[in-house]
Structures are given as C-alpha cells and as structure tokens.
C-alpha cells in the first residue's frame, strides 16, 4: 500500500512563507496526480493546489498567485508566499493512483500537517 509523509507546517507570521513537503512510498504503478487539500476549523476540505503526471497544474482562486505547486516522480511540494490569516488549516497531501494491491486508482491521504498565519 501506499503511504504519504507530510512535512514543512508550522506558525508563520501574515505575509510570510512556508514550504509543504509529501512524499510517497510503498509500490507505486502510476500517479494520475498529486496535490494538497485544505481544512479550517469548521469548513469543508478543499482543494488547494493540484499536478497531473504531466506536470499540469490546478489551483483554488484563493491561492493563485502565491502558491506554487511542483512534483518529483513520487514527492510533491507546495510553495506557499505572501500568506495570509485565512489560510490558517490542516494541509492534506493527496496521491491519486494505483498501489500494488489495487486493481484500479483510488485516492490516497495524508494525515495533515498544521500550518497557521498570524496577523
């Protein structure tokens, strides 16, 4: 099976940067994608920022313009700047493929990372 380990959260002060990091183990047959998705306290999961196997690339209006996401093979970052309060969340990573013991793509998840953006 697949597994994902997040690094890079933390506390940071309005208009400065962070930088997430993901990246899989486990047989890995293909990645369809890799991206991050996002949860405030009380709200919804959303999606933040995605990359296709062929470096296509996806982003919440939100965060255009300040985010960056990149992959290699397996490992994926997100470059956050210029960030700000309501970015305050539980960052997920998110590989959408297939493992050794599936028989199709399926998503696979992160456990979370903080990151949190005083004013």
């Known amino acids: 099976q697949v597994q994902l380990v997040e690094s890079g959260g933390g506390l940071v002060q309005a208009g400065g940067s962070l930088r997430l990091s993901c990246a899989a183990s486990?047989?890995?047959?293909?990645?369809?994608?890799m991206g991050w998705y996002r949860q405030a306290s009380g709200e919804q999961r959303e999606l933040v920022a995605s990359?296709?196997?062929?470096?296509s690339t996806n982003y919440a209006d939100s965060v255009k313009g300040r985010f960056t996401i990149s992959r290699d093979n397996a490992k994926v970052t997100l470059q956050m700047n210029s960030l700000k309060p309501e970015d305050t969340a539980v960052y997920y990573c998110?590989?959408?493929?297939?493992?050794?013991?599936?028989?199709?793509?399926?998503?696979?998840w992160g456990q979370g990372t903080q990151v949190t953006v005083s004013s």
């Open positions: 998110n590989l959408r493929g297939r493992g050794s013991t599936d028989s199709g793509a399926r998503d696979y």
């Open positions: 486990g047989i890995i047959f293909n990645i369809n994608s």
């Open positions: 990359i296709t196997s062929s470096g």
